[in-house]
T-cell receptor
Framework: NAGVTQTPKFQVLKTGQSMTLQCAQDMNHNSMYWYRQDPGMGLRLIYYSASEGTTDKGEVPNGYNVSRLNKREFSLRLESAAPSQTSVYFC?????????????FGEGSRLTVL | DAKTTQPTSMDCAEGRAANLPCNHSTISGNEYVYWYRQIHSQGPQYIIH???NNETNEMASLIITEDRKSSTLILPHATLRDTAVYYCIVRSPFTGTASKLTFGTGTRLQVTL
């Protein structure tokens, strides 16, 4: 049982390049989330998907797009990366048979934009 | 969701109890208190949550004051592996849809020998 898996774990981009962060969960959860964490700060919600087929903006959605590909997978895309998007990105999921609203997080994807 | 206030950092000797306070004076009657921790730069990990009554699990105990304006997370026998940032979060009752959580900057707990 892998839980929440994120790829890649590390990535360096040049300004203007695009990339997609992948996230998959094997817990049959309904909801999935993307957070970012800047140095010394708490996590901020970028986008979330309450259920398959739906996505909604979080606190800091500008510069990002998401796709809920199926129940398992939720991807985050940066169309034109900027240095301000240098951060650690965390994917999370919630919602199962014993759902208490608890979030399960992946190990993070560390992105540097030069 | 109500805002929380936590000390920036705390120290605790290994083997002693670590008591991490959280102030949430604007909490509403139906809002829950959740605690997560983040070890080094890993993804946050759920610890415990509660509404009114004190709660205990294998990781920690949560003590909520009678007026619910503050709470304390207790790690009964802290170890070096408990060194982490601890987040206290107040949220609305879970309704079965998305569980959006707002993370502050938390308390950095340093456990020392």
């Amino acid at each position: 049982n892998a839980g929440v898996t994120q790829t890649p774990k590390f990535q360096v981009l040049k300004t203007g390049q695009s990339m997609t962060l992948q996230c998959a969960q094997d817990m049959n959860h309904n909801s999935m989330y993307w957070y970012r964490q800047d140095p010394g700060m708490g996590l901020r919600l970028i986008y979330y998907s309450a259920s398959e087929g739906t996505t909604d903006k979080g606190e800091v959605p500008n510069g990002y797009n998401v796709s809920r590909l199926n129940k398992r997978e939720f991807s985050l895309r940066l169309e034109s990366a900027a240095p301000s998007q240098t951060s650690v990105y965390f994917c999370a999921s919630s919602g199962g048979s014993a759902n208490t609203g608890e979030l399960f997080f992946g190990e993070g994807s560390r992105l540097t934009v030069l | 969701d109500a805002k929380t206030t936590q000390p920036t950092s705390m120290d605790c000797a290994e083997g002693r109890a670590a008591n991490l306070p959280c102030n949430h004076s604007t909490i509403s009657g139906n809002e829950y208190v959740y605690w997560y921790r983040q070890i080094h730069s890993q993804g946050p990990q759920y610890i415990i949550h509660g509404l009114k009554n004190n709660e205990t699990n294998e990781m920690a105990s949560l003590i909520i004051t009678e007026d619910r304006k503050s709470s304390t997370l207790i790690l009964p026998h802290a170890t070096l592996r408990d060194t982490a940032v601890y987040y206290c979060i107040v949220r609305s009752p879970f309704t079965g849809t998305a569980s959006k959580l707002t993370f502050g900057t938390g308390t950095r707990l340093q456990v020392t020998l």
